[in-house]
């Protein structure tokens, strides 16, 4: 018996930003995320849903007063380092590469073809938080 839901994506990367409004838009210009769902008040996000592909991202605003957001630290916090960081498959790593730079990610390991496979990069976006953009597919290297 499995114990994960019957959905489109099981796991959710969750982030907190200090303008969750401005990295809604930015995210989206810069990596080609979609809105799916943003639940603010004023320029409070209390949750947001962004979706690439069928997979999703979930963020809001960061606080240091809910029980959520003392857990949470901001890379800007802790000498821009990062425990964990989303892994997100496109079809072209190359024009994502592109469309990132020109929206002023910072590149943190350029464009490069990996030893397991797919061609791939990391960067930071405009708070500080590590991602990785890569055409490598988990999913299809084991088929």
């Known amino acids: 018996m499995s114990l994960a839901a019957n959905t489109t994506s099981t796991i959710i990367p969750c982030l ?9 838009d930015w995210l989206c210009r810069a990596f080609g995320f979609e809105r799916h769902a943003v639940y603010a008040d004023g320029d409070t996000v209390h949750h947001a849903q962004l979706t690439f592909g069928n997979g999703m991202v979930m963020l809001g605003s960061a606080d240091s007063t809910s029980d959520w957001g003392r857990q949470i630290a901001q890379p800007g916090e802790i000498g821009n380092r990062e425990t964990q960081s ?7 790593a190359d024009t994502h590469y592109a469309r990132a730079k020109a929206a002023g990610a910072t590149i943190v ?4 073809d990996q030893d397991y496979g797919g061609r791939g990069y ?3 976006d405009l708070e ?3 991602w990785w953009f890569g055409s490598y597919d988990p ?5």
């Open 128 to 130: 500080g938080h590590l």
């Open 122 to 124: 990391s960067c930071r």
């Open 16 to 24: 907190r930003y200090r303008d969750a409004l401005a990295a809604i």
């Open 109 to 112: 390991m350029d464009i490069a």
């Open 86 to 92: 989303p892994c997100v498959v496109v079809a072209d």
């Open 139 to 143: 999913w299809k290297a084991h088929d």
